[in-house]
């Protein structure tokens, strides 16, 4: 299928139902699909039953709707730990061999955190100290991040899966701070399979969302949809908060891409999710 795709997230539905009833709920209600985000509750790559797979397959297959898939939130892609390295390419293969089990052409992750940056912080080390140069320290881990990634994609090409890396701009020491600088890293892998998933209220609360989308989105391949008003990631219900979504309204009704709900209001998650639904068909409607 081409064109925008609408899908609810199971995070956002998390407190009311589990995958699989998020799963119907998405084909009940005429989404092309269903974001699929890992979780240590009900769904990590190892831990998930058996039973659970086979009727999200069979839902999968029955009501032809579609899955994408995001990682495990654990993975640090600029992680200096040889240790952690290697158990996160081995969540990461998991995580590959679940995403084919779904179809999903797509793995989800983040771009990493400096864990260097974080410990001194902790330790109340001032940033601006002879002894260390933060610079210093997120440039190595943004190569460690590219490393990591471009190892991650291998994994995932054999399978025939896209590795889309989010815009997390406004996680504190994250690899990539700015849009460009995700940008860069995406270039830097050398891999045709490593793309941007592009979330609308991390743009806005990065350089807004015009400038985010205009450095990134030559490389976006997914959409994690919401809304935001302050400087900080509030992920709001689309049209309660200052995002300009019909400024890239013309590219969202056109793209060949998944627009994944992803916004917190766990006491009326389903109904902000159909209300979200429903204003982006009236962005596209407008739009032309």
């Known amino acids: 299928m081409t064109g925008p795709r609408i899908y609810p997230c199971t995070w956002t539905l998390l407190p009311v139902m589990g995958p699989v ?6 084909a009940q209600n005429g989404f092309q699909g269903l974001e ?4 240590p509750i009900n769904f ?9 797979l086979d009727e999200l ?11 994408n898939f995001y990682g495990p939130f654990t993975l640090n892609a600029a992680s200096p730990l040889p240790e952690e390295r290697r158990s996160n390419d081995e969540l990461v293969r998991r995580s590959v061999d679940l995403a084919e089990r779904l179809a999903s052409p797509l793995l989800c992750v983040h771009p990493g955190v400096v864990i260097e940056l974080s410990s001194l912080e902790r330790k109340g080390v001032p940033f601006e100290s002879p002894r260390f140069d933060r610079d210093r320290l997120l440039r190595h881990g943004g ?6 990634i471009a190892r ?3 994994i995932a090409a054999q399978a025939g899966i896209t590795v889309a890396v989010e815009n997390e701009v406004h996680t504190r020491h994250t690899a990539a701070p700015t849009a460009e600088s995700l940008a860069a890293m995406v270039e830097a892998t050398g891999r045709s399979n490593v793309k941007v998933n592009f979330d609308t209220g991390h743009a806005y609360v990065g350089a807004g969302l015009e400038a985010e989308f205009g450095a990134l989105s030559k490389h976006i391949a997914h959409f994690h949809m919401n809304d935001n ?5 509030e992920h709001l219900p689309l049209g309660e ?3 300009d979504f019909a400024s890239i309204a013309g590219f969202l009704a056109t793209v060949d891409a998944a627009l994944a709900l992803e916004i917190y209001a766990p006491e009326r998650s389903v109904e902000a999710t159909l209300a979200s639904r429903d204003y982006l068909l009236k962005l596209f409607a407008e739009a032309g």
Do not use: M, Q
């Not at 990590?44 to 659970?52: C, E, F, H, Q, S």
């Open 152 to 154: 991650w994609a291998d």
């Open 229 to 233: 008003k302050r400087k900080i990631s």
């Open 21 to 26: 009833e998020a799963a119907r709920f998405a």
């Open 36 to 39: 699929l985000n890992c979780d």
């Open 143 to 148: 190569e460690r991040a590219v490393e990591a």
């Open 57 to 67: 397959v069979a839902i999968r297959d029955g009501e032809e709707i579609g899955y």
């Open 44 to 52: 990590w790559p190892g831990l998930i039953d058996a039973a659970v």
């Open 241 to 243: 908060g200052a995002v």
